[in-house]
């Protein structure tokens, strides 16, 4: 089952909980997302401009250290040559 990372106020809980299975309502002027809230069941709502997608799945992030390695092996790499030529 996918993730969710929409959060909407619940009036019950009384703050920002997550969505359980969110859907996209089409309204006059505008979308809404519908959905319940995670702890309690309660129909919640948030409403979002018209051209928000719905995002089901975290994107995942590299790793800023993997990335450093890479940067400092290049530029050793071309100092080295730099030094022989």
Not at 14 to 19: C, I, Q
Not at 30 to 53: D, E, F, M, P, W
């Amino acid at each position: 089952m996918a993730k969710s990372c929409t959060k909407a106020y619940c009036l019950s809980c009384r703050k920002k909980t997550a969505m359980r299975k969110p859907k996209l309502v089409k309204m006059k002027k505008g979308q809404r997302l519908a959905g319940s809230c995670k702890k309690c069941s309660t129909k919640t709502s948030l409403i979002v401009g018209k051209n928000h997608r719905l995002v089901t799945k975290k994107p995942r992030e590299k790793s800023k250290a993997k990335s450093r390695e890479k940067d400092e092996g290049n530029s050793q790499a071309s100092s080295e040559e730099s030094q022989e030529g």
